[in-house]
Structure formats: C-alpha cells, structure tokens
C-alpha cells in the first residue's frame, strides 16, 4: 500500500485508483490493534476506528446502490424514518459484539463491490435525489453517477483522516508508520482475514 495514489491514464482510472487509495487507508489506520483499542473513542469525538470502518462500509453501500440502481432508484426501505435514523447512529458505533477482524472483512467485501461499479457503471447515468431525504436538496432532481463517485472518494478521505487521528491519541502511530508495517506484513508473506489491502 504506496503513500500515494498510482499514476492514471483516464478519468475512470483516476476515479479506480483514488477510491481504491482512501480504502486502503482503513487497512493501515487499523494495523496492529486489538479490539479494544478500535473500539476506543480516546478523542473528544464519539468516534472510533472500528465505527469508522463500520461507517465507510455502510456509506459505500448506500451510495453505490444509487450507482448500481442509476438511473433508476434503489429500492425504497420501509422502514419508519426512526429505525432507519437508529440504525444510521448505530453505524458509527463498534458494538461489543462486533470484531475488528470481522469489520475489515465487511469493508473489504464492500470495497470490492464499489470498485467493480466504478469500472463498470454508465458515468454520465443519472442517480435521483431522493426527495423523502431532509438534508438532501430539492431543487436537484438528479446527480450523475460520476458525482456520486467523487462523492463517495471524498467521504472516505474525510472519514480516513479522522482515523488517522483517532488512531495517533490511541498509540501514537502516524499513517506513514503504519503503511510501512502494513507493507511488510505483506510482504512476508501474511494473509489478514480480509485478504490483501
């Protein structure tokens, strides 16, 4: 996992190539923790690692439905406003039952998901703004899929970034550090649960 984004040749590469960049930051902020400590919420913020890495999941699963759905809607939930708004809060929370291990998984699956639509989906496809949505604006009728994508890359460098300092009050360890350690592992040859960064 290099410091820096490779080197692209098109604008559906860029749009690959730095998603896939943030993701991996979550691999790299979440090295070498235990469960505890990604549970830890050693900051003035309520946020944690894990709930961070819960959160990057669950955002690139609502976001890139809109994607594989474009330019249709995804299916609407059912649900009350309250039980989607309870399990939107618990998204950022890493529950007692819940591992790193297993989170990382989770997130890699996601990842692997949201980069097969970036590759695939139509970029100019229009995604509906749901209207039912109180901070979503009602004089857009439409986003692209494009803007959608660039959407999802800066929430996952806002959200890497506040790993990043989450992690440093854990244990003092700063991004740089940890790609190293995380390249390593690597390349001796280790396998994490959620296969390769």
């Known amino acids: 996992m290099p410091a820096l984004a490779p080197p692209v040749a098109d604008e559906r590469s860029a749009l690959r190539e730095f998603m896939a960049f943030h993701q991996s930051a979550y691999f790299a902020v979440a090295y070498g923790l235990t469960d505890e400590q990604a549970r830890s919420t050693p900051t003035v913020s309520a ?28 299916a609407k939930d059912p649900r009350p406003f309250d039980a989607i708004a309870k399990e939107f809060a618990d998204q950022h929370v890493m529950r007692p039952d819940e591992t790193l291990a ?6 890699a699956a996601r990842n692997a998901e949201s980069l097969r639509l970036v590759e695939t989906a139509d970029l100019d496809a229009a995604v509906p703004v749901p209207q039912d949505i109180p901070w979503f604006p009602k004089n857009q009728p439409a986003w692209s899929v494009r ?32 790609i190293a350690a995380l390249e390593r592992w690597e390349i001796e040859g280790w396998v994490t649960p959620w296969g390769k960064s």
């Open 47 to 74: 946020l944690s690692v894990g709930g961070l890495i819960k959160h990057a999941t669950a955002m690139q699963r609502t976001w890139m439905a809109r994607v594989a759905a474009a330019p249709g809607a995804p």
């Open 147 to 178: 803007w959608v994508i660039l959407h999802v890359i800066n929430e996952l460098a806002r959200h890497a970034g506040h790993a990043d300092i989450i992690r440093e009050s854990i244990d003092g360890a700063t991004m740089y550090e940890l």
């Open 102 to 107: 297993g989170l990382l998984e989770a997130f």
